[in-house]
């Protein structure tokens, strides 16, 4: 049973209320002086408890699931640099091997020439030797950019800038 007790403010009167149907009402008091109220009348009996409300939206928390089954253990998979080169100019890169997919990350300044540069990079496959993809070619004052590359095997790369460059191969 909740019960809440009021004191009241200028009475000096209190209320007792229960949580559920209301009990009957007191009598009223005698008539006060004019301008005063008058005295609080007899408190009626406490009503019934009433039925408890439904839950609200935040309600306990369940138990704890069961922890799910152990994946593999090992080394999470980290790519690694397979090839890094810097320069000016052209440039062969040595062979390097990649699997299906890879990334080429580069940056290149034209700012010693005072104005726009360009800056290329193509894909040859090691094999054959033929230009498998023109990875990056650009026009401009300089940039740092990084290209994604679907393609496994052993390739070489070549590099075509007057500006200063750096090329990184990760996979």
């Known amino acids: ?80 640099t397979l090839l890094e080169i810097s320069g000016s100019g052209i440039k062969k890169s040595v062979t390097f091997t990649t699997g299906g997919s890879w990334s080429l990350e580069y940056a290149y300044d034209c700012s010693r020439w005072g104005s726009t540069g360009n800056f290329m990079v193509d894909l040859y496959d090691a094999g054959s030797g033929d230009l498998d993809d023109v990875l990056v070619n650009e026009l401009d004052t300089g940039g740092t950019d990084s290209t994604p590359v679907y393609s496994s095997g052993t390739h070489w790369l070549e590099v075509d800038s007057e500006c200063d460059w750096t090329v990184r191969v990760v996979g």
Do not use: C, H
């Open 1 to 80: 049973m909740l019960t809440a007790v009021f004191v009241g403010a200028l009475a000096g009167g209190v209320i007792n209320q229960t949580v559920g149907l209301a009990g009957p009402v007191g009598a009223a008091g005698p008539q006060g002086v004019s301008g005063m109220p008058g005295a609080t009348g007899a408190v009626g009996p406490a009503g019934t408890t009433g039925q408890a409300g439904p839950r609200g939206a935040k309600g306990d928390k369940g138990d704890q699931g069961a922890a799910g089954p152990q994946g593999r253990t090992g080394k999470a998979y980290e790519p690694s």
